[in-house]
């Protein structure tokens, strides 16, 4: 069973910066997609970056220009580096894997990011 194991969310205050990591238990290769989502309480759980297929990226437009999204094939984790922090970032964050055919969700068990004033 993969399993993806989240890291680095805690404590920040507004503007300052955090980095997510995001373990994979086999080689983040074998996905096809993969990102990171967030949700926040009594809210859904949203996209916030994703690695598509090809490399290209897909932010959400609230966190464009300040996460980004990024990948160490070596050290099978990807990463999420989330500058500029707002109230609104505040929300357990959660990496998806898919991979497959027919497809296959992975999830982790998520990491809390909280932004304080």
């Known amino acids: 069973q993969v399993q993806l194991v989240e890291s680095g969310g805690g404590l920040v205050q507004a503007g300052g910066s955090l980095r997510l990591s995001c373990a994979a238990s086999?080689?983040?290769?074998?996905?096809?997609?993969m990102g990171w989502y967030r949700q926040a309480p009594g809210k859904q759980r949203e996209l916030v970056a994703t690695k598509l297929p090809g490399g290209d990226t897909n932010y959400a437009d609230s966190v464009k220009d300040r996460f980004i999204i990024s990948r160490d094939y070596a050290k099978d984790t990807i990463y999420l580096q989330m500058n500029s922090l707002t109230l609104d970032d505040t929300g357990r964050y959660y990496c998806?894997?898919?991979?497959?055919?027919?497809?296959?969700?992975?999830w982790g068990q998520g990491t809390q990011v909280t932004v304080s004033s």
């Open positions: 086999e080689s983040i290769a074998s996905f096809n997609i």
């Open positions: 998806h894997g898919r991979r497959g055919w027919p497809s296959r969700d992975y």
